[in-house]
C-alpha cells in the first residue's frame, strides 16, 4: 500500500515569514495530492490539491509543488498568518484511497 | 449545506466494555468513510461505504470493530469490546461519488479508553 512520509513534525516560524512542509510518497500509481489543515476540535479542512498531470498550483498565500519523478510534492505558506496556526496533512491517493502523512504542527509566532 | 455531523463528542469508557459512533454525512452524499485518529498520526482508513455496501473494510479489525450504514444515509461504527489501543478520535467523512476525492470530514468523536 502508500507510504506517505511527512516533514518537519512541528515548524515554528515569524508572522510574515514563509512556511515549507515536504511529503514523499511510495506508490507511483497515486495520483492526486491534497492537503488538509486541522484546527483544533475539528476535522481535516482541504486546502489545496493537486494532481499528478501538474507540477504547481496556487491559491492566494497557498502554493504546492509536484516531483513526480521523485515522488514528493511540498506545501508552501507565504506571509505566513496568525490564523494559519494549526496541524497540516498531506496525502496521497490512487483512484479512491488517500494515505495521509503524520502531521506538521505549525506555530505562527506574532 | 450543512457539514458532516458526528456525535458524540467525546466519549470516555473503560476497557472491555463496548462504544457506538453516528455519523451523518453531507446530503446526497453517496459515499461514507471512517477514520481513525490516533494523536500524533495522520488518520487511517477503517472502512468506506458506497451507499450501503462495503466498498473497502481491509483495514477495519473485525474482531471488535464493526460498522453498517443502513438505507444508505447514516452510519454507526461500534467498538466490542475496547482496548487501550482504540482511544483516538474517530472521523466520518463523505464525498459526492464513489471514485471523488472531495472528502468533507466531520469534526469527529474523540474516545478516551480507561
Known amino acids: 500500500g502508500e507510504n506517505v512520509e511527512q516533514h518537519p513534525s512541528t515548524l515554528s516560524v515569524q508572522e510574515g515569514d514563509s512556511a515549507v512542509i515536504k511529503c514523499t510518497y511510495s506508490d507511483s500509481a497515486s495520483n492526486y495530492f491534497p492537503w488538509y489543515k486541522q484546527e483544533l476540535g475539528k476535522g481535516p479542512q482541504l486546502i489545496i490539491d493537486?494532481?499528478?498531470?501538474?507540477g504547481e498550483k496556487k491559491d492566494q498565500r497557498i502554493a504546492v509543488t509536484l516531483n513526480k519523478t521523485a515522488k514528493h510534492f511540498s506545501l508552501h505558506i507565504t506571509e505566513t498568518q496568525p490564523e494559519d496556526s494549526a496541524v497540516y496533512f498531506c496525502?496521497?491517493?490512487?483512484?479512491?484511497?488517500?494515505?495521509f502523512g503524520a502531521g506538521t504542527t505549525v506555530t505562527v509566532r506574532a | 449545506e450543512a457539514g458532516v455531523a458526528q456525535s458524540p463528542r467525546y466519549k470516555i469508557i473503560e476497557k472491555r466494555q463496548s462504544v457506538a459512533f453516528w455519523c451523518n454525512p453531507i446530503s446526497g452524499h453517496a459515499t461514507l468513510y471512517w477514520y481513525q485518529q490516533i494523536l500524533g498520526q495522520g488518520p487511517k482508513l477503517l472502512i468506506q461505504f458506497q451507499n450501503n455496501g462495503v466498498v473497502d473494510d481491509s483495514q477495519l479489525p473485525k474482531d471488535r470493530f464493526s460498522a453498517e450504514r443502513l438505507k444508505g444515509v447514516d452510519s454507526t461504527l461500534k467498538i466490542q469490546p475496547a482496548k487501550l489501543e482504540d482511544s483516538a478520535v474517530y472521523l466520518c467523512a463523505s464525498s459526492p461519488t464513489e471514485g471523488s476525492l472531495a472528502y468533507t470530514f466531520g469534526s469527529g468523536t474523540r474516545l478516551t479508553v480507561v
Open positions: 493537486i494532481r499528478s498531470n501538474v
Open positions: 496525502a496521497a491517493a490512487d483512484d479512491y484511497k488517500l494515505s
